[in-house]
Each structure stands twice: as structure tokens, then as C-alpha cells.
């Protein structure tokens, strides 16, 4: 009879033993898998580099001398997410090798501003800014010039250094 309650108490003794291993693994499973995006959000995303080149067009396919929209598809990153985005731009090929490429964002608000070939100028449909094919402002609460962006060329190639600008102030600064 003591040895049978001796063998019930080893068993329940080693079932406890058991669970508080098997209880502790999986709090800390738990922990690893909601911890490390926990951590990852309070750190935010990483500070975005000022390099971010991304391919927009074969030089042969622009016409000369004229803006041009184009759009670029391009992969952004949200805190640990990566989603495809589409970037908007603003080209004028002024010969084979000299480009000027400008955000599509307007300085003042943040709209998108808009080639108007009847006028020959950029415009924003939210307050009025207008701006000249080279981006100078013409007229509007603008605060500066149309943004411009780092243009590369290889082998016929260009690409754009994507960057977004603070707006509603005189200093193109980097956001
Ligand atoms: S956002 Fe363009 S004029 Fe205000």
C-alpha cells in the first residue's frame, strides 16, 4: 500500500514536473513570436537611406525637350511589412545624356501637380501653385521650387533616386 501511494505521488510529482517544463517553452515561443515584431514596431522603420534608385525608363522611348509622367513600380517598407507601390514622377530629356526628373508632389500641400501642355506649366489642382517646365514657381502659395530628383543614366537606362521632401516649407528637405 506505501508503495503504491509511493508510486502515485513519483507519477503526479513528474506530470507537475512536466507541465511547468512544457507551460515555461511555450510562454517563451509566445514570447519570441509576439515579442520580435513588438520590438520591431516600437523601433519603427528603419531610417530610409537616402539611396533608393529605381529604374523608370529606356532613354530611346522620351521625347526631347517636353515633361513626361511616368510611373515606376517600386517596393516599400512599413515597420516590418513590404508592399509593391507604383511612384509617379515627372521627366523632361533634355539630350541623350542630361535629364531633369521631378516629384510629382506639390511643395505647398503635398498634391500632385500636373503638365499642362496648353500652358506650357506644372500645375496643382489644390491651391493654385504653378510652376515653369523647370520647376520654378510662376504663381500660388508654393513655398519653393518643384522638387527634383537624382537622375542616373546607364547604358541608355535611366533611374531616379526616389526621395519624398517635406512640404509647406522654403527648404527641400528630406523626409
Ligand atoms: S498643395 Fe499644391 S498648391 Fe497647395
Redesign the pocket.
Known sequence: MEDLKSSVTTNESSRRQFMIWATGILAAVCGVVVGIPLVGSFIGPRKASSDHWIRVADLKDLPAGRPVGLTATDMEADAYLQESVVRRLWVIKHSDNVVTAFSPT??????Q?NWNAASGHFE??????VYSPDGKVLG???PRPLDTLATRIDQGSLSINWQRFR?GIARKIPV
Do not use: I, K, N, R
Open positions: 506639390c511643395p505647398h500641400l503635398g498634391c501637380v496643382c489642382p489644390c491651391h493654385g501653385s500660388g502659395p508654393a512640404s
